[in-house]
């Protein structure tokens, strides 16, 4: 903001100097139209006029980016919701499948299993 206003006050200052070195009356003839006036006063009258018509332009341009800005971020923002609602549900489906999901029977450790397999005939039983 500082740098903004000392390039104007600078800006300013070479204007005024510009002017004051540039007081040679002029005339400007166009068509029929016709302009008595300094050189200055001329030169910065068609430097502003210069400035106005690129400014009219390119507003066009400037308004298009800006809709399209502003729709990007809109679409941003209900994205980033639609992200939170999504993590939601995850966490929700997430704890429900852990609820439903069948959990496996646990047995107690066998103490001797050589011993039971030997007299229930299980899976560590010797073949014949």
């Known amino acids: 903001m500082h740098l903004l206003l000392i390039v104007g006050i600078a800006l300013a200052i070479g204007v005024v100097g510009f002017a004051l ?20 006063l001329v030169l910065l009258l068609a430097m502003g006029l210069g400035v106005l018509i690129a400014g009219l332009l390119s507003s ?3 308004i298009k980016s800006r809709w399209a800005r ?5 679409q941003v923002s209900r994205l980033e919701q639609d992200k939170i609602v999504l993590e939601r549900r995850i966490v929700e489906l ?35």
Request: without cysteine; proline residues 13%; charged residues 25%.
């Open 21 to 40: 070195q540039n007081n040679v009356p002029v005339t400007v003839s166009m068509a029929l139209w016709s302009f008595d006036g300094s050189l200055a």
């Open 94 to 128: 997430e704890a429900e499948l852990e609820r439903l999901a069948p959990r496996p029977l646990q047995e107690e450790p066998q103490r001797f299993p050589g011993l039971r397999s030997l007299l229930l005939g299980g899976p560590g039983k010797p073949e014949e």
């Open 70 to 74: 502003a729709r990007l971020r809109s």
């Open 60 to 62: 066009p341009s400037m």
